[in-house]
């Protein structure tokens, strides 16, 4: 097959040519009259992009693509070749009309053929340059609870860079050189292979299956298990001693708890085809893209469907913890964004939010003002509300004229220290008294803020680089049980992110479940806009 594309792109390429010195472009001295008319045409086949026409009319309309020489026709070449394998990249070929191009190449005739060739080939390049460099979708549009600033490049730049470069080089820069993306990548090939050899056989039947047991359910679950690889090849039909570690391998990948028996979760997890993981897979390629930029050498990474928060230094973790985020209900599930770590507070107040002020305790202040008394209710001046005083049924969610707040304590919600990157969505990482949480499987259940299970080994990871003893430093005025902002020195990025698909050290693909739904309106999206699986089989 790429014998066959290779030799079609040639006799392009040649009848390309043969168009360029019949009209005297290039390799005849050409007639003004004949420039003339094709920096008209360029010029109005241009106009409908603004980008792509300030590129012409800056190099004074003269050809990227169509010009005669070994250049062009390597420009033309590696572009091609780049929309024509789109697909590993999971973006739909048929976006950048390939087949089209081709045949507008083929059918040149005038003058006026060929600067529409000319500008078809940058129009078909900028979306193409964009697409796997940032990204095919606008984040916010798929959901508007993706804040993800994608950093867009400049599409008229796109086209400048690449007529000063080498054109393949320039095009293989253009996707996420992180090791994350190239795994990904690998991995989507994997299961495209596996898909076309028919999957990972039948789903396994039951409702549960536990070591000891017998029969056909444990016969699929052995098969199933070696299918995809964590098993060996075994004849048993007990759910023996290695079945139960399969099970257990199985479970760590997928974010379930290892207890090597396979209840409900853990076989719908398994039966899941091969199919829907390589969904997760090209919608993880996407994400990939839309963060297609510097992350720090050190930064905070959170995968909210994993339930962890890491520190990653120069590409390696090096501390994780378990992390709670948002309920999955409206108002309360965590945005995805990045910002900057600024600082830490030990001993924190906290600052409730308006919303849940008017949602949650101005009804039980209105049934009964000694109502949530662990919290200190003060007026715009910041002085004390009197409780016995206050009448509180008068007050609307509009005309609640007060704040509330928690003073510090090993009760307060927000426990003992909070980690601030300030942003518009007043999310950020802190303790909390509620620890029984973190032994949960699926730990959704704050109002939007990410709780981590370990905060003071967190806060000393962070303040290691600034302090020859991090430990004794937050503990003294962790002691002092006074409220201490502690800034750092250098702060640090925080990516805040959502990976149903994600690859492990070796580089092999894991899974979790989409627990706010995003994934399946990405893949929805990228559906619409062309992208397509080869199959559908288990």
Same mark, same amino acid.
């Not at 014998?3 to 050409?30: D, K």
């Given at each position: 097959m790429p014998n066959m594309i290779s030799t079609l792109r040639i006799s392009l390429q040649v009848t390309l040519l043969a168009a360029i010195c019949v009209l005297g472009l290039s390799l005849a001295p050409p007639a003004q009259a004949q420039v003339t008319a094709f920096k008209q045409s360029v010029a109005e086949a241009a106009s409908t992009d603004d980008a792509v026409a300030a590129f012409y009319r800056e190099r004074n309309y003269q050809p990227l693509w169509t010009a005669e020489g070994e250049r062009a026709r390597a420009q033309r070449a590696a572009l091609l070749d780049a929309l024509s394998g789109a697909s590993v990249h999971g973006l739909p070929e048929g976006r950048y009309g390939v087949a089209q191009l081709k045949a507008q190449m083929a059918a040149v005739r005038t003058t006026r053929d060929l600067a529409r060739v000319e500008v078809a080939l940058s129009l078909a390049f900028v979306t193409y340059a964009k697409d796997v460099q940032t990204g095919l979708l606008t984040p916010s549009k798929v959901d508007d609870e993706i804040k993800r600033k994608v950093p867009l490049h400049d599409r008229k730049a796109y086209l400048t860079e690449f007529a000063a470069s080498a054109p393949q080089t320039y095009l293989r820069a253009l996707p996420p050189v992180t090791a994350e993306y190239r795994a990904l990548m690998k991995e989507k090939l994997h299961f495209e292979h596996l898909i076309a050899q028919g999957g990972w056989g039948p789903a396994v039947p039951g409702s549960k299956i536990q070591p000891g047991d017998q029969g056909p359910a444990v016969v699929a679950l052995r098969n199933r298990l070696v299918s995809m690889g964590y098993l060996d090849r075994s004849a048993t039909r007990t759910y023996d001693r290695a079945m139960e570690d399969a099970v257990r391998r199985f479970q760590l990948s997928h974010g379930l708890e290892a207890d090597g028996v396979a209840g409900g979760g853990t076989l719908s997890?398994?039966?899941k085809p091969a199919s829907e993981r390589l969904k997760s897979i090209i919608v993880a390629m996407e994400r990939e893209r839309w963060l297609n930029h510097e992350r720090g050498e050190r930064?905070?990474?959170?995968?909210?469907?994993?339930?962890?928060?890491?520190?990653?230094d120069h590409g390696r973790v090096t501390f994780q913890t378990r992390s709670v985020v948002g309920k999955n209900v409206h108002d309360r599930r965590s945005p995805e964004f990045s910002d900057e770590m600024e600082h830490m507070i030990i001993n924190p107040s906290w600052h409730i939010p308006r919303s849940i002020i008017v949602k949650e305790y101005l009804p039980k202040l209105r049934n009964n003002?000694?109502?949530?008394?662990?919290?200190?209710?003060?007026?715009?001046?910041?002085?004390?509300?009197?409780?016995?005083?206050?009448?509180? @049924?008068?007050?609307? #969610?509009?005309?609640?004229?007060?704040? *509330?707040?928690?003073?510090? @304590?090993?009760?307060? #919600?927000?426990?003992?220290?909070?980690? *601030?990157?300030?942003?518009?969505?007043?999310i950020y990482l802190h303790d909390t008294p509620q620890k029984h949480l973190f032994k949960r499987e699926v730990r959704a259940f704050s109002h939007g803020c990410i709780r981590l299970a370990e905060p003071f080994e967190f806060a000393y990871a962070l303040l290691a680089v600034q302090s020859d003893d991090p430990r004794g430093l937050f503990q003294s005025i962790l002691k002092s049980g006074r409220e201490t902002k502690v800034d750092l020195e250098k702060h640090v990025p925080v990516h805040i992110i959502y990976r149903t698909a994600f690859t492990d050290e070796l580089g092999r693909a894991e899974f979790r479940r989409d627990v706010y739904g995003r994934d399946a309106k990405i893949w929805n999206a990228l559906q619409q806009a062309g992208v397509a699986l080869g199959s559908v089989q288990g």
């Amino acid at each position: 097959m790429p014998n066959m594309i290779s030799t079609l792109r040639i006799s392009l390429q040649v009848t390309l040519l043969a168009a360029i010195c019949v009209l005297g472009l290039s390799l005849a001295p050409p007639a003004q009259a004949q420039v003339t008319a094709f920096k008209q045409s360029v010029a109005e086949a241009a106009s409908t992009d603004d980008a792509v026409a300030a590129f012409y009319r800056e190099r004074n309309y003269q050809p990227l693509w169509t010009a005669e020489g070994e250049r062009a026709r390597a420009q033309r070449a590696a572009l091609l070749d780049a929309l024509s394998g789109a697909s590993v990249h999971g973006l739909p070929e048929g976006r950048y009309g390939v087949a089209q191009l081709k045949a507008q190449m083929a059918a040149v005739r005038t003058t006026r053929d060929l600067a529409r060739v000319e500008v078809a080939l940058s129009l078909a390049f900028v979306t193409y340059a964009k697409d796997v460099q940032t990204g095919l979708l606008t984040p916010s549009k798929v959901d508007d609870e993706i804040k993800r600033k994608v950093p867009l490049h400049d599409r008229k730049a796109y086209l400048t860079e690449f007529a000063a470069s080498a054109p393949q080089t320039y095009l293989r820069a253009l996707p996420p050189v992180t090791a994350e993306y190239r795994a990904l990548m690998k991995e989507k090939l994997h299961f495209e292979h596996l898909i076309a050899q028919g999957g990972w056989g039948p789903a396994v039947p039951g409702s549960k299956i536990q070591p000891g047991d017998q029969g056909p359910a444990v016969v699929a679950l052995r098969n199933r298990l070696v299918s995809m690889g964590y098993l060996d090849r075994s004849a048993t039909r007990t759910y023996d001693r290695a079945m139960e570690d399969a099970v257990r391998r199985f479970q760590l990948s997928h974010g379930l708890e290892a207890d090597g028996v396979a209840g409900g979760g853990t076989l719908s997890e398994i039966n899941k085809p091969a199919s829907e993981r390589l969904k997760s897979i090209i919608v993880a390629m996407e994400r990939e893209r839309w963060l297609n930029h510097e992350r720090g050498e050190r930064h905070v990474l959170v995968n909210q469907t994993d339930f962890t928060a890491k520190i990653v230094d120069h590409g390696r973790v090096t501390f994780q913890t378990r992390s709670v985020v948002g309920k999955n209900v409206h108002d309360r599930r965590s945005p995805e964004f990045s910002d900057e770590m600024e600082h830490m507070i030990i001993n924190p107040s906290w600052h409730i939010p308006r919303s849940i002020i008017v949602k949650e305790y101005l009804p039980k202040l209105r049934n009964n003002p000694g109502a949530a008394g662990h919290l200190i209710i003060t007026d715009s001046r910041g002085r004390r509300v009197n409780r016995a005083n206050a009448d509180f @049924s008068q007050y609307s #969610a509009k005309s609640f004229p007060f704040d *509330m707040r928690q003073p510090p @304590s090993s009760r307060n #919600a927000l426990g003992l220290v909070k980690f *601030m990157f300030p942003n518009r969505y007043n999310i950020y990482l802190h303790d909390t008294p509620q620890k029984h949480l973190f032994k949960r499987e699926v730990r959704a259940f704050s109002h939007g803020c990410i709780r981590l299970a370990e905060p003071f080994e967190f806060a000393y990871a962070l303040l290691a680089v600034q302090s020859d003893d991090p430990r004794g430093l937050f503990q003294s005025i962790l002691k002092s049980g006074r409220e201490t902002k502690v800034d750092l020195e250098k702060h640090v990025p925080v990516h805040i992110i959502y990976r149903t698909a994600f690859t492990d050290e070796l580089g092999r693909a894991e899974f979790r479940r989409d627990v706010y739904g995003r994934d399946a309106k990405i893949w929805n999206a990228l559906q619409q806009a062309g992208v397509a699986l080869g199959s559908v089989q288990g």
